[in-house]
């Protein structure tokens, strides 16, 4: 029988791995993905204490989080491959200018 503290745990880990995901990798499209498994980590742990208090909000929040994820991650990808199309690398060590030209 999965209980509160089983969905909740499997959150937490969720979460974490994307926070080491962030924190040790080099590779944006890697960070990326991080970041999107920080986001169901949470999404998971909104719609446990949604189902354990018998209430929707929580729910309809992750399906707008969700869809909200959908867009950024249309965005976001075109933003990796212009940056990959200008520097032929994703490693973030890269790109450390915000100018596109030479400096003097």
Do not use: C, W
Request: proline share 1%; no cysteine; net charge positive.
């Amino acid at each position: 029988m999965l209980t509160l503290t089983s969905y909740a745990f499997v959150s937490m880990i969720l979460f974490s791995i994307g926070v080491v995901g962030v924190i040790a990798r080099k590779n944006i499209f890697v960070i990326y993905m991080s970041i999107e498994l920080m986001l169901n980590g949470v999404n998971l742990f909104l719609v446990t204490f949604a189902r354990y208090h018998f209430n929707l909000d929580p729910q309809i929040i992750t399906i707008m989080v969700i869809s909200i994820a959908a867009a950024e991650a249309a965005i976001f990808l075109s933003v990796i491959i212009l940056l990959y199309r200008s520097k032929k690398s994703l490693n973030t060590d890269i790109f450390t200018t915000l100018t596109q030209g030479e400096k003097s």
